[in-house]
DNA sequence: GGATAGTGGAAAGTATTGCTATCCATATTA
DNA sequence: TAATATGGATAGCAATACTTTCCACTATCC
């Protein structure tokens, strides 16, 4: 297929279809003449889950380039690459380094050793897990920490579910994808049904006195 | 206390203060001539917390202004109010309304009516979900839907939790605060113990067979 | 009391991001 | 053979979140 079906295929528009190429998110249709070349489902397929990361999952376009390229590149043999992949998107901040940041930082380190989590120093999450709790002190909203056994505790009951999911799956690159879309979407689908819960419980508590 | 204190206070930039105090994320402070203003604590906190709804909860300028807004001018008398902040924190987009996206709204609906959730039919992280949903069935990651309600499940119980701690606060300005920067950070908390847990769970299942 | 630094506010400038639009030589299709 | 489409390069654009510059004025230090 040529680059016109592929956009009415995904509903992405050919001009962004054409900077995704650009940008390497989705690799190259294979040449047929100077100004032809032909696309198949692989292609249809990468650019789904392409606009899946930027769209849903809110990556930028650098991000989820990295993370694609880390799992659909290497072979996957390696659990390093799945880490990767996932460290890719985790988008990189700047930290405030005070007194509130250290005292985060132990914090986090003291949640991994207690839960007893086999977790890389090198893992982003725990920088931005750090950052968001040296916030929270900072906003003298410290009562927010004795629910934090109970984030983690919920934290932990969904990878298990989603670890044993995704082993379910047969090929590796089957596997790699679901990561990849997991990761991504996941936080959103969570973060949605939270809301939802919230302001269920909300109406129920305060709504009818 | 004058501009530059404020910015010490915080640690953000003057020339922040001054765009946040245009956009109304900040109210002005005190006039006492020309070219002086008087600001208080009372700032310093509006200040750190609206850096803490932009920088960890990734609300755009609009968003954080209107979530204030709505927090903390209208008395919070009525539970609409939260609710409604809560909304203005969940960023609007634009859906696909294909074939896919039928099914997924119709499967939101599902949900939240087997869990018996009273959801108010505006609260717009319905079509935040039903949009992750129909992204993964495009994607054909409909074995995903085997989990969602193992992560409702878990966000009916954080919601639990963080209610019961929320409704323990005294005054309702504290109850305001805290609801702001829960929804927005504690995003981002889970998130990342998300992260933290998968790599666990990943690197037992697979890292040492 | 005079130099120096700081202030609040307005307006214009800037860096980044994520696309869109235009062009063009060549291909395909009607 | 005429209209339309293609791949690729380059330039343009809108939105966002600041930064910079300017200004008349104020506060503060020597």
Same mark, same amino acid.
């Not at 579910?161 to 590796?172: N, P």
């Given at each position: #297929?040529?680059?016109?079906?592929?956009?009415?295929?995904?509903? +992405?528009?050919?001009?962004?279809?054409?900077?995704?190429?650009?940008?390497?998110?989705?690799?190259?249709?294979?040449?047929?003449?100077?100004? $032809?070349? $032909?696309?198949?489902?692989?292609?249809?397929?990468?650019?789904?889950?392409?606009?899946?990361?930027?769209?849903?999952?809110?990556?930028?376009? @650098?991000?989820?380039?990295? =993370?694609?390229?880390? #799992?659909?590149?290497?072979?996957?043999?390696?659990?390093?690459?799945?880490?990767?992949? $996932?460290?890719?998107?985790?988008?990189?901040?700047?930290?405030?380094?005070? /007194?509130? !940041?250290? /005292?985060?930082?132990?914090?986090?380190?003291?949640?991994? =050793?207690?839960?007893? !989590?086999?977790?890389?120093?090198? &893992?982003?999450?725990?920088?931005?897990?750090?950052? =968001?709790?040296?916030?929270?002190?900072?906003?003298? $909203?410290?009562?927010?920490?004795?629910?934090?056994?109970?984030?983690?505790?919920?934290? /932990?009951?969904?990878?298990?579910?989603?670890?044993?999911?995704?082993?379910?799956?047969?090929?590796?690159?089957?596997? @790699?994808?679901?990561? +990849?879309? !997991?990761?991504?979407?996941?936080?959103?689908?969570?973060?949605?049904?939270?809301?939802?819960?919230?302001?269920?419980?909300?109406?129920?508590?305060?709504? &009818?006195?």
């Amino acid at each position: #297929m040529r680059i016109a079906e592929l956009s009415r295929r995904t509903g +992405v528009p050919i001009p962004t279809i054409k900077y995704y190429l650009r940008e390497g998110l989705v690799p190259a249709g294979e040449r047929t003449g100077p100004n $032809q070349a $032909q696309y198949g489902e692989a292609h249809v397929k990468r650019l789904k889950l392409a606009r899946a990361l930027v769209e849903i999952g809110g990556l930028s376009i @650098a991000s989820a380039r990295e =993370a694609l390229r880390l #799992m659909f590149s290497a072979g996957l043999s390696e659990l390093d690459t799945i880490g990767k992949a $996932q460290y890719a998107m985790t988008p990189a901040r700047e930290y405030v380094e005070d /007194e509130a !940041w250290d /005292e985060a930082v132990a914090e986090v380190d003291e949640l991994i =050793a207690k839960r007893g !989590w086999q977790v890389k120093a090198t &893992n982003p999450a725990r920088r931005t897990l750090a950052d =968001a709790l040296a916030t929270l002190r900072r906003l003298d $909203q410290d009562d927010y920490f004795e629910l934090l056994d109970s984030y983690a505790e919920t934290a /932990e009951r969904l990878a298990d579910t989603e670890i044993e999911t995704v082993a379910r799956r047969g090929d590796l690159d089957s596997v @790699a994808e679901a990561v +990849v879309v !997991w990761t991504a979407v996941g936080d959103t689908v969570l973060a949605s049904l939270r809301r939802l819960a919230q302001e269920d419980r909300s109406t129920r508590l305060l709504g &009818n006195p």
